[in-house]
């Protein structure tokens, strides 16, 4: 085992203890030995001078698409989870759209492998519900989480069949485990690719309702509600989803939601001009939404923020609108988005957008990590809060570059991450290699 | 380049209203030019022109075409079909491929929205847009206006109606932005399920039926109804949507004052349509094609880098064709 590491002279901020205080944080073994004021460093210790930096458990992503096995060129394993070291993240969960899709045990097994040998952040495995993704067959969830799924999912398609999704909530209880859904009325969103409004009839594009994720929503919340399962909504984008998640939570439900940086931060309006790095499913919405999107996350009504990261081959993105893929990657931007637009923009505090990037994220997938807790795994993040930067895609250690915020200037990122207590990203060391 | 337009013309949202009138006034020398014995004159001698249809048209293909050839430029027709295109090709990489032949101008027909945009931001050369899915078609909007000028002598205050299938057109979209820029007043009217959202937001008034369209409007311009709307369920039936919408002579004689017919074509006749409307003495759907060669000749002509004030000049005296 490493040496022992002693953090000393950072912001140490702990939701999962409500802790906000100058203080060092003392890592052996691989794990959190202890958060104090004035900790001293133990024989052989390297210490690590983290003033200036706000030291946090490692953030949690529990969506990202990491593209293999069938689309390496895009991303893969090894590339998503350096991506998402750099974006302060130190667990992501994978979602089983891959080719082949990953709806079997040794599908499952192997993306953990494949994270074991890559090393940086933990990858944990989201299973398919349906067999194929096609939305009839149960997938064996059972044999998945024997080989490493945390949850299951269908996301990039919707799960159209209400009997399946409640089947899926019901079967998903024997090992409670959460069922993400992605929530999209197929036959109205059909053709659509942007958001139903007025940008999408200027530009002449088909727009994909409001509705057509409400209505999967209210499905979702009732199927919830029927089942006792445990329900994650992925990725919510408009008022309206945040009004039936309002209702749900206040009658007690088991149900909880994302919603990523970029439905925090851009509306409709990016897709003018016809900029595909705009184009995402669920598509932007309108200011209204933002602003309610916000207010939901700061009240907890939305649990907590997960990239969506989507990454395409640049030329898939050099097309017209309605031929382009839909998504955008996130890992490595999804922290300084989120810091400049909600606590700089005042919608959230510091801690608060830790507790939803980390340590609620953590507890609504079940994973360790997304506490500072002396006995936890040392997935820790030092975030530079006072720098700005600006967004240089060429720059990403992902494979792929289609983001809606290169050039833009942002203030926070990851300075130094940890996973197990091994420095996996070191800012500072990198801008010198 | 010229300052006149810019590099390309995309849509009527991004012209000012003095650009569109611009357009309409040069459009006026050139249509003389159609009525020549020998219809040639060498504005565009030496300049290449590369006419690239990926969706069918019979139409405005030929109309530019035309346009082209009485301005004396050298033009090829690319037709998706049989192309590079259908080979698996894609649009940047055929921009790049003309960009590399240097030629002067592309006009562009596509079925996907803002492909024009996309070329225009890729290459040099002059773009100008077809027709772009159902985003834009400028040139259709120019010839309706300026049709409407010839008939009425002016555009403002002018109250113009579009009449069908609005969720789908990229020549209401121009008319819409065209007219409104010019100071018309427009209106639009159809069955709400081919109404796109916020339609209202771009200054035009939505009626719910085609009798209210005919007691408001000075001039209703009739767009087609794809067969293909009905099939994806749009509207119940062909037959009920004549019934309901269609512009016909009954419908017309309860109108309080003259009306003006107008048709981008290709007409269904007996569907949005009647035939003795179309044929008839409301009817200057023919006067519109004849207007479409001038409005094309001067953005043409425009485009690339053409002074407004010398079109007539331009013209020279009528040339043998030598080239």
């Known amino acids: 085992m490493a040496a022992p590491l002693l953090l000393k002279g950072g912001r140490v901020v702990d939701p999962s203890r409500d802790l906000d205080e100058a203080a060092d944080v003392l890592i052996q073994d691989g794990r959190i030995a202890a958060v104090g004021p004035g900790l001293g460093a133990p ?18 992503d529990v969506h990202v698409h990491l593209r293999e096995p069938g689309n390496e060129d895009e991303e893969t394993i090894a590339t998503g989870a350096r991506a998402a070291v750099a974006g302060g993240f130190t667990a992501v969960c994978a979602m089983p759209n891959t080719d082949p899709v990953t709806d079997n045990q040794a599908a499952v097994g192997f993306i953990v492998r494949q994270s074991l040998r890559a090393g940086f952040a933990r990858v944990y495995p989201i299973g398919a519900i349906s067999v194929g993704q096609r939305g009839q067959q149960l997938a064996e969830f059972g044999e998945m989480v024997g080989a490493g799924a945390v949850a299951v999912s269908d996301d990039g398609q919707p799960v159209a069949s209400s009997h399946l999704m409640r089947t899926a909530l019901e079967y998903a209880r024997t090992f409670d485990i959460p069922v993400a859904d992605h929530c999209e009325e197929p036959s109205l969103s059909a053709g659509g690719v942007m958001h139903e409004g007025l940008v999408a009839t200027k530009l002449g594009l088909k727009g994909i309702p409001a509705a057509a994720e409400e209505i999967m929503v209210a499905r979702d919340i009732l199927l919830g509600e029927l089942t006792g399962g445990r329900l994650h909504l992925c990725h919510l984008s408009t008022r309206g989803s945040v009004e039936l998640m309002r209702r749900a939570k206040e009658r007690g439900l088991r149900v909880t939601a994302e919603v990523t940086p970029h439905h925090l931060s851009l509306t409709e309006a990016a897709c003018e001009r016809y900029d595909t790095h705009a184009k995402m499913n669920p598509p932007l919405r309108e200011a209204a939404d933002v602003a309610a999107l916000r207010q939901a996350l700061q009240e907890g009504v939305i649990d907590c923020v997960a990239s969506d990261h989507a990454p395409h081959a640049y030329d898939e993105k050099e097309a017209a609108f309605d031929d382009a893929p839909f998504g955008i990657v996130g890992l490595e931007t999804a922290f300084g988005v989120a810091y400049t637009e909600l606590v700089q923009g005042g919608a959230l505090t510091l801690p608060q957008l830790i507790l939803r990037m980390s340590t609620v994220p953590a507890r609504v997938f079940g994973l360790p990590g997304g506490t500072l807790q002396p006995g936890a795994p040392a997935d820790v993040v030092a975030l530079d809060v006072t720098a700005g930067w600006c967004v240089d895609a060429a720059r990403f250690h992902s ?20 996973v197990a207590g091994e420095i996996v990203h070191d800012a500072p060391a990198a801008a010198q290699a | 380049m010229t300052a006149a337009l810019g590099k390309d013309l995309i849509g009527l949202e991004r012209l000012s209203p003095d650009q569109i009138r611009l357009i309409l006034d040069t459009a006026e020398p050139f ?3 159609s009525e020549r014995v020998i219809k040639k004159v060498p504005a565009l001698r030496g300049k290449t022109i590369v006419n690239l249809f990926f969706e069918s048209s019979t139409r405005t293909r030929i109309s530019f075409e035309f346009a082209e050839k009485r301005l004396s430029a050298d033009t090829v027709n690319v037709a998706a079909t049989g192309s590079a295109v259908q080979k698996g090709e894609t649009l940047v990489d055929t921009a790049k491929n003309l960009e590399a032949m240097r030629i002067d101008m592309v006009v562009i027909r596509h079925a996907s929205s803002g492909a024009a945009q996309f070329l225009g931001d890729r290459i040099r050369s002059n773009v100008v847009n077809a027709g772009d899915g159902k985003h834009e078609h400028p040139t259709q909007a120019l010839l309706d206006l300026l049709t409407i000028r010839d008939k009425l002598g002016r555009i403002e205050g002018v109250k113009v109606c579009l009449v069908g299938d609005i969720l789908h057109s990229r020549v209401a979209r121009s008319n819409i932005w065209g007219l409104t820029k010019l100071g018309a007043q427009v209106a639009v009217c159809g069955p709400h399920s081919l109404m796109p959202r916020g339609i209202a937001d771009l200054g035009v008034t939505v009626l719910r039926r085609v009798e209210e369209a005919i007691e408001w409007a000075d001039v209703l311009n009739v767009l087609r109804l794809q067969l293909e709307r009905m099939e994806a369920g749009f509207i119940p039936s062909l037959r009920e949507y004549y019934r309901v919408f269609g512009v016909t002579v009954e419908r017309l004689a309860k109108a309080p004052r003259a009306l003006t017919v107008m048709h981008p074509g290709p007409m269904n006749r007996g569907v949005e349509i009647d035939s003795r409307v179309a044929d008839g003495p409301h009817s200057v759907i023919l006067d519109q094609v004849t207007n479409g060669v001038a409005v094309r000749m001067a953005v043409l002509y425009l485009l690339a880098g053409g002074r407004p004030e010398l079109a007539d000049a331009a013209k020279g005296p009528a040339a043998g064709g030598t080239d």
């Not at chain 1, 210790?45 to 930096?53: E, F, Q, S, W």
């Not at chain 1, 833009?408 to 990851?414: I, K, N, V, W």
Request: positive net charge.
């Open chain 2, 31 to 33: 249509k003389e030019v």
């Open chain 1, 43 to 60: 024989d052989g210790a390297t210490v690590r001078d983290v003033r200036g930096t706000v030291v946090a458990p490692g953030l949690v």
């Open chain 1, 399 to 418: 494979k792929s570059r289609n983001t809606p915020f290169a050039g833009r200037s942002l203030t926070g990122r990851a300075a130094l991450t940890l």
